[in-house]
């Protein structure tokens, strides 16, 4: 069995508009002038307090903690309130690589486990994933625990397992747990950062996305 591993944010779902909003909630209730949306979009794939101390090196761990919690509580009205959408051709991927019998499909993703349910609740994504892997039991991404941690999991073998994102961080973890990173250009890092990465190849829509895989496979 070879094994997919996804991220979310940025490669599955559209969530820019949600993380923007939220991060800037979270710094004018602590006080401090938001950013702008493209400074925020660089720490998506981070875990949070560590995205948070990336955005405000010079608060301190108080002030870092305030935006933390403001974050987490802008964003979840947020996604109450209207669920993130998920990028054109994501549902026909997944739906056509869970029905294969040859791949195993896996999330590694910097949200908590709590915000990846509600993700998958809001999509209907139940059941296509064997192994998610959250922020909430691992160091944040680049570290490689969260992909070890589904090689375990599922028993899949390193060699035989790819991550697939779009931030730098995601090829970089992947690189260190052994596996080969696919990135998708649709999200919040550049090509160019992916490719300096690691990334083996870079897709531009899902439907190359979906092929490359299928002709990883074989």
Do not use: E, V
């Given at each position: 069995m070879r094994l997919v591993v996804f991220d979310v944010d940025g490669t599955l779902v559209d969530s820019q508009d949600h993380i923007h909003h939220a991060m800037s909630f979270a710094f004018e209730e602590a006080g401090l002038t938001p950013l702008p949306k493209a400074r925020v979009l660089t720490i998506v794939g981070l875990s949070l307090p560590v995205a948070v101390a990336e955005l405000a090196p010079e608060a301190d761990v108080q002030t870092q903690a305030r935006i933390v919690a403001g974050y987490k509580d802008s964003f979840m009205r947020a996604r109450l309130e209207r669920a993130a959408p998920l990028y054109p051709g994501a549902m026909e991927c997944l739906d056509r690589l869970a029905a294969r019998d040859d791949l195993l499909l896996a999330v590694a993703t910097g949200k908590s486990r709590r915000g990846l349910d509600a993700m998958i609740a809001?999509?209907?994504?139940?059941?296509?994933?064997?192994?998610?892997?959250?922020?909430?039991?691992?160091?944040?991404?680049p570290h490689p625990s969260m992909l070890l941690a589904a090689l375990a999991e599922t028993g899949a073998e390193a060699s035989r397992s790819v991550m697939v994102g779009d931030t730098s961080f995601d090829m970089l973890m992947a690189r260190a747990a052994g596996l080969q990173g696919f990135g998708v250009s649709w999200g919040y890092h550049p090509v160019t950062a992916l490719t300096d990465a690691g990334a083996a190849r870079v897709a531009c829509d899902f439907d190359t996305l979906t092929r490359t895989i299928e002709e990883w496979a074989e």
């Open positions: 809001a999509h209907g994504l139940q059941g296509r994933f064997i192994s998610l892997q959250t922020a909430d039991g691992h160091p944040s991404k």
